[in-house]
């Protein structure tokens, strides 16, 4: 198969779809994969090692939307990518769809066979592709939300651990899941008084007993979060409905209750975010205040450490792709369950149900659509 790794375009998006390691496992199987020049050079990965790794390069991202069989990506395709698709192409990245209507219609007119990374499943029920993403972005939620809270940044001033005499700040994290418990682990680590909310009572008995009495656990329901959320000094968002909009469980009157310049850190935001007033930023300009509450709302998070997160993505995305290259599109998806889970648009139909539901779409089932 002839694979494409066109260079990112999201802003600040310094990750890759393939390392050289990953092109080298495609080219010894016999495939051919030509990446886009430069696509790799911000973060040490440098033109001569895809080269060396058997890869062709190509000067501009058309060359590579024309020519590959399968385009191999990192994050949602920009609006002038999604028209360089092709009808039966395949696309393999993350996507977010629920909350991009416009995406979703110009994945649909362009036929392509869209796989989503955050909706491939494993048989244990988690989301090996999105997981990745969700440990580094769970980690850095407590690193940017401890950087907001800093005075000059709008915030309250308080410094998450405390000092000996002074109380460490509060620190609520919403969904006890990945991001969840990597964000809860560096807050603790830093000393600061952490509550995690899920509504998930084996995965608050499983945090607890990971954790023990260092780590709080709460039921998540409305009253619980609207006490916590007024006495936090940072808030982190990390629930998720797979493939749907996120629910919006800190509303805009529970602002007025919170303490000026605490800090809400929404990590769900490529789901289209669990805080009412969340709206996406970037890492250029990460933040901004609603009713003095400082918002941190970048849906591309792990692009800010992006050499760590290309290897860890690639990691688990590459016997994926690796698979798709070697089985061919069908039969990849018709061997797997947990890829198929993956489908979330082919060949005109929207295949996920929950983007369908979200969208207003009809629902066709990924064997239908394919065959
Ligand atoms: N902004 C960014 O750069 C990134 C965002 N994410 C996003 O972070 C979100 C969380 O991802 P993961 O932790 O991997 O998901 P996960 O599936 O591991 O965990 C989600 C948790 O939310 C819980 N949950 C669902 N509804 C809830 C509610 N009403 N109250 C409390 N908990 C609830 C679930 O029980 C589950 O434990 C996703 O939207 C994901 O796409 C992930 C990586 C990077
Ligand atoms: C999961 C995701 O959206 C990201 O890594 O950017
Ligand atoms: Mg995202």
């Known amino acids: 198969m002839l694979v494409g790794v066109p260079k990112e375009i999201k802003n600040h998006e310094y990750r890759i779809g393939m390392t050289p390691a990953g092109v080298r496992e495609l080219t010894s199987q016999g495939h051919q994969v030509i990446v886009q020049k430069n696509g790799g050079t911000a973060i040490g990965l440098a033109d001569e090692q895809y080269l060396s790794a058997g890869a062709e390069m190509a000067d501009t991202a058309e060359e590579i939307f024309a020519r590959a069989e399968m385009i191999v990506k990192v994050k949602e395709p920009q609006p002038n990518e999604c028209r360089m698709l092709r009808p039966g192409q395949i696309l393999f990245t993350y996507l977010h769809l629920a909350p991009d209507p416009e995406q979703t219609r110009l994945l649909i007119d362009s036929g392509a066979i869209c796989i989503a990374y955050e909706t ?12 990745p993403m969700s440990e580094v972005a769970g980690r850095m939620s407590i690193q940017a939300g401890a950087h907001a809270l800093e005075k000059a940044q709008g915030g309250n001033g308080t410094l998450l651990g405390g000092v000996p005499g002074v109380a460490p700040a509060k620190v609520t994290v919403i969904g006890g899941g990945v991001v969840g418990v990597n964000a809860a682990r560096m807050a603790l680590g830093m000393g600061a008084d952490v509550t995690i909310l899920d509504r998930s009572l084996p995965r608050l008995k499983q945090l607890d007993e990971l954790y023990g009495p260092g780590l ?22 990390a629930v998720l409905i797979p493939g749907a909009a996120a629910p919006h469980l800190v509303t805009r ?96 139909k929207v295949t996920y149900e929950a983007v369908a539901r979200d969208l207003g779409y009809d629902y066709v089932a990924a064997e239908q659509a394919l065959s």
């Open 120 to 131: 491939v499943t494993d048989r244990n029920g988690g989301l090996p592709l999105l997981a």
């Open 216 to 237: 709080k656990t709460l039921y998540s329901n409305t009253e619980n979060i609207a006490s916590l959320v007024a006495e936090s000094d940072l808030v982190v968002g």
């Open 253 to 348: 009157e529970m602002l007025k209750t919170m303490k000026p310049g605490a800090v809400l850190v929404d990590v769900a935001i490529d789901q289209g975010g669990c805080f009412e007033t969340s709206h996406a930023t970037t890492h250029q300009d990460p933040t901004y205040e609603v009713d003095g509450i400082v918002h941190y709302c970048v849906a591309n998070m792990p692009g800010g450490v992006a050499r760590t997160s290309t290897f860890a993505l690639t990691n688990a995305t590459l016997p994926f792709a690796v698979a798709l290259a070697n089985k061919g599109v069908v039969a990849a998806l018709n061997d797997d369950p947990h890829l198929r889970a993956g489908l979330n648009v082919c060949k005109g």
